[in-house]
């Protein structure tokens, strides 16, 4: 496995040119993609990307003219089916030609923001029909497709230009005018038709706090997004936020593209009048934390939390809730009893699963330490009062031994688990029978030391992700070829049709016969609540 390095830049390149004799400010309109689901519409977005992008072109600048969800105004329950080779699935939103109509005349550029992969099945067409009726605008793609799959965009579609990774700097110097072929992370079409890369990775921000505050910014509709959560919330008024963005961590199934970024926060009082603003102007009640590792820094996390408390003490009855689940490793009692005094409703665990060598598998930080520690945080849960679900990875086929210190573990205690050792590098299988069962006997260890939910998920191979690799190395891909298959997985009505990976040990029926195992016998909770 080629060695991971994080690149951070500090802005080295002169983004800001205002001042320049020859800066022309661009008139830029931002587009969020419509929806897949394998069935009924689970997931909306605060479209956090395109909002942070956004402010700071408009901070050095440039104008969005026009914002296009096509998820707002009803558009969540405009469902129409599309059938794959193998499966029927639903794009969610309004249609093209609403999207279309929205775009102002005047616009210079397109940026289409492209959540996941699977929404390449309505992204494609979509893409071409706007550069069809947009043919002098520039088309920027960037989100999760752009950067896991780059090349098939460019194949699929007219765009021109591809944005992979984080996207403030990289569409800055677009907008800018500086030569494409100087801007890191990037991939385009030029004049001729020939398609250039620019393989260095996307720069990054150094610091965040160099995105305007949201209090600078409204060309979101938030008076729309705040009455139905990114999970499903439609009780109450709920903001989508992070106060963090990065993991240093580097988990084999993690479908975020660009692992082991360096974590960078927000300033904790740039945190806390955000949240303040939104409360007053939006009459917000429920924060959705979505940091990748909110607690990975107790000094940007705790005073966060007791400001909340503070906050609640005086009158404020704001909730908070955790969807992505908090680090296991990184949760203390003084974390807890502050998320508790700040309004948690819940909190997730990703325990992910019941057996050191699926942990080991799955390169999870901590792994040796990881089922004790989950039992500690789950006893501190229970004496705080305060609601913990856990997620587990169900069907998880195996992987490689990342850390060397860990290959003594494999040879002692699962040396018939060993797939392939090659040149110092190791490969082990995953879940079987066995292991599945301790998984079981683990959840109810936890739910009988405090965890009042158990939710169980099914490994799901995301291309760009190691696990992907891992599943394409050993023939475990059920579909192999991946353009015609949909991979995201329904969290609360999985079918075996969208199970990709197939292995000697764990067959997708399987895989699928274990989830309902659990579901049956564990009180289930998903991060989905819904009027």
Known sequence: MEKFVPFVVNDKYPIDRQEDENFRSKKTTLIACPWVFQGETEFQSQQLGLAYVGSYIIQRGHKVVKYVDPMLYEGHLVRAPIETEYQTIYRVGHTDEWIIQEIADDSDYIFINVPFTDSRFVFYPLCNRIKEEYPDAVVVVGGILATTLPHQ???????????????EIACARILNGDPLDSIAGILYRSEQGEIFENKQRSEQLSNINQIPRITDYDFRPMDEYVRWSPRGNGIDRTFSYITSRGCPFTCEFCSIPEKGQKWRSFDPDRVISEIEHMVEKYHVNHIEIEDDNFTLKSKHSIPILKYLKEFREKGNPLKLSFPNGVMIDRLDREHLFAMKDAGTEIIYLPVESGELKNLIAMNKPAAVEHLENTLQVAEWCKEAELDAGAFFIIGYPGGQVVKKSLQ????????????????GSMWIKGEDEESFMQTVDFAKKLVKAGVKYVTPLIATPYPGTNLYDICEKYGWLRRADFSSMVTTISYQNPKVEFINIDTPWCSADEAFARWEYMADIFPVKHNVVKK
């Open 408 to 423: 003594n573990i494999v040879h002692e205690d699962y040396a018939d688990s060993i797939l392939e050792k090659n040149n």
């Open 153 to 167: 965009i460019l194949d699929e579609t007219k765009a021109d230009i591809v944005v992979k990774g984080e996207g």
